[in-house]
């Protein structure tokens, strides 16, 4: 029943389940004999650390195959399908150790081995090391996808030939949105208290088995309290090592957790809320010292695409993947808040509206049938600031503006534009409320919509397996994305995938693909051969480029991208100019509660969203917002994930004029009254003012500081 079930079905206890895995176990031994179903359910068994089915597991903790195992090895790989976490050698290790003895000892009693064997392989060392590659250590979330697009594409046989996937992840980049995302995560939790200790463990003589049962979480380390003083604690770490937590290693300033939104005042002294016994968290700072932490009940993900073509670069979809492997990159659905609004901004741009078209922000009341209640929708604050530009609206988050917006185009025409720009909108509802981010999407959702504004309006797919090689270094899968360029040749929008990455010779870039290798591998083989993967890739031909289709015109594009600079500028993405860049754009998104935290930006280079929430939706705190909670992680991210990279500014497309405007009507003036630059289409162009010539004069050069 357990091969029914991984093989073909969910892990959900539901009734209709169980019931159609029963079928299929009596269906699948009526078609295949013991000795074939074994073989499957070997194959298919998740034992850990991205390793499915024994040989993977031989290679992974061993970096041998199955038939090359100890008789020890073998027994502690056995032990691993019943808990693959609890006995893992490499975490637990004693566990994992005091479980192969137990097969051992089965395995003499059952006289299938004799007791020298026996005594000989209870006495062996055990020698388990992780033995996958580096980028694995920080994409579990990206493995578990792989796993299972290859099983899509080829069924149970990936398990069995040796197969090698290669993603689009970037393995520093990866590295570096990890980090970001746990980092934003703890800083969020120091925000809201300290919530006390995980378990208390009176009897001292199982503080040694309790730490070795516990698995670190991120860079979260177990660690029991040994003793007590007004202004330190005496530790005992995983290793087993005592330690001093200092007063001012997280002690000092210390306030508990009382509600989502309140703390209390900083504790006087450690006496006060710890106790000899208790198992806490700990985080090592670079110089190995420690201070006082906990493992975080919120949650988040990060996602980040390349523009060009949609390749997924970066994939968190969690603190971390042994604590819960929901992926909320791909599976959460969840509001966006104002995260979805330059959707609409966009729309709006391309039917007419102009970045100086006035809306009203002002009070707006409801009644529909479809609401339990009479809707009086608000900004943030409670005020209202009367007629107001669109750009105005946008980079200051104005909901009744978006409200007031989404009502003037109508709903066919936004969902005509929102099905334009790649998003699924036969399940979204007619309501206004859609203005403010109402309907729930993926956070790659989100992402991919952003991807689009960083390239000009072109809408790519993202995609994460790029190749997969059998063993014998044959190139059996290659994707084929198609790519931001019409026509695709030539400018610098439609650079070749040769021409963007440089000019490194050949030999560095396969070395620089190879340490980006996200490998999920079965039984390798001794054919197997990563020379030959070499061989393969240098003599692979290009890919032809196709063209994806366009999202928006170029000057929509613009349009929208200038308006969403303008967040980062002088609207609520301001943490951003920190980053000294001026082709950053984005929006923040904050939902009612608040309960979903978001910001997405993006340069030319590198699309990215950062989601933060609670996976039951619950309230973040009623001081968390995007801005907060959110931009901070895509902060961290892109701040590493560009520092090499060159701005890139926009060119100013044709059909695209400035001209100078009344910011508070939004209509043209005279080129000697006072105003501020808008950008326009040519054909969108405000009426000159009554007794001026027609136009603007060519020789006005704006200001920096009289634009918008």
Request: proline share 6%; charged share 25%; hydrophobic share 40%.
């Amino acid at each position: 029943m357990q091969v029914a079930r991984n093989f073909f079905l969910h892990k959900r206890k539901e009734f209709t389940r169980k019931f159609n895995e029963i079928l299929l176990a009596f269906r699948i031994e009526e078609e295949l004999t013991k000795k074939e179903i074994l073989s499957l359910y070997a194959n298919k068994m998740f034992l850990g650390k991205t390793a499915y089915g024994f040989a993977a597991a031989a290679q992974v903790y061993y970096g041998k195959n199955l038939s090359d195992l100890s008789l020890a090895q073998i027994a502690m790989i056995a032990g691993l399908p019943k808990a693959p976490s609890a006995y893992n050698p490499i975490r637990n290790p004693i566990r994992a150790t005091q479980r192969r003895d137990w097969i051992l000892g089965r395995m003499l009693k059952l006289a299938s081995i004799s007791e020298p064997q026996y005594l000989a392989a209870v006495a062996e060392i055990d020698t388990a090391t992780y033995h996958g590659s580096a980028s694995e250590l920080d994409s579990p979330y990206v493995a578990e996808m792989v796993r299972q697009e290859v099983i899509q594409k080829f069924g149970a046989q990936a398990y069995t030939e040796g197969y090698t996937a290669i993603t689009t992840v970037d393995s520093a980049m990866q590295t570096n949105g990890v980090k970001a995302l746990q980092a934003g995560i703890l800083a969020y939790d120091r925000r809201h208290g300290y919530r006390g200790a995980e378990d208390s463990i009176e009897d001292a003589s199982l503080w040694a088995p309790r730490l070795n049962d516990t698995p670190s979480v991120g860079p979260l380390e177990p660690a029991i309290v040994i003793a007590v003083a007004n202004d330190r604690l005496n530790l005992m770490t995983k290793n087993l090592d005592v330690t001093t937590l200092n007063w001012r290693d997280g002690l000092k300033d210390l306030r508990l957790y009382k509600s989502v939104n309140s703390r209390s005042a900083p504790i006087k002294s450690a006496l006060d809320i710890f106790n000899v016994g208790d198992l806490i968290r700990v985080q090592r700072n670079p110089d190995k010292s420690i201070f006082l932490s906990q493992l975080p009940k919120v949650q988040s993900a990060l996602v980040a695409l390349d523009p060009f073509n949609g390749a997924i670069r970066t994939l968190v979809g969690g603190f971390d993947y042994d604590q819960s492997r929901f992926n909320r990159v791909n599976l959460a659905k969840r509001q966006p808040g104002s995260n979805f609004k330059p959707f609409i901004y966009a729309t709006a741009l391309n039917s007419g509206f102009t970045p100086a078209s006035i809306i009203n922000d002002a009070p707006i009341v409801f009644d529909d049938f479809k609401l339990e209640d009479t809707w009086r929708p608000e900004n943030d604050g409670g005020k209202f600031y009367g007629p107001t530009r669109l750009r105005e609206a946008l980079y200051r988050s104005r909901n009744v503006v978006s409200i007031r917006l989404l009502r003037r185009m109508g709903f066919d025409r936004t969902f005509q534009g929102l099905q334009s720009f790649g998003f699924n909108t036969s399940d979204m509802p007619s309501d206004l409320s859609l203005a403010l981010g109402s309907y729930a999407l993926t956070p790659l959702e989100i992402a991919t919509g952003y991807a689009m504004l960083a390239n000009n309006g072109f809408k790519v797919t993202p995609y994460l397996l790029d190749k997969i090689i059998d063993r014998d270094g044959n190139v059996i899968f290659q994707a084929s994305p198609e790519v931001a360029c019409d026509p695709c040749s030539g400018t610098p929008e439609t650079l070749t995938l040769e021409q963007r990455s440089g000019d490194l010779a050949v030999e560095e870039q396969l070395e620089k693909l190879f340490s980006d290798i996200s490998q999920t591998t079965a039984n390798n083989g001794k054919d197997y051969s990563w020379e030959s993967i070499k061989q393969s890739l240098k003599t692979l031909p290009l890919t032809e480029f196709k063209p994806a289709p366009r999202a928006m015109d170029p000057q929509t594009a613009f349009l929208i991208d200038s308006m969403l600079k303008d967040v980062i500028l002088r609207g609520t993405g301001r943490k951003a100019k920190n980053l000294n860049r001026a082709d950053l754009a984005g929006k923040t998104g904050t939902t009612n509660g608040p309960r979903d935290a978001w910001f997405s930006g993006y340069s030319p280079h590198l699309a990215a969203t950062a989601w933060v929430g609670f996976d039951d939706s619950s309230t973040i705190g009623r001081n968390e917002y995007g801005g907060s909670a959110a931009l901070p992680i895509w902060i961290d991210f892109m701040a590493s994930a560009l520092a090499d990279k060159p701005e890139i500014i926009r060119p100013q497309p044709n059909e695209i004029v400035t001209v100078k405007i009344d910011p508070i009507t939004g209509k043209r003036v005279t080129p000697d009254q006072p105003g501020i630059f808008e950008y326009f289409k040519t054909k969108n162009l405000p009426e000159a003012p009554q007794g001026s010539a027609e136009g603007a004069k060519s020789d006005q050069n704006p200001l920096p500081d009289d634009i918008f």
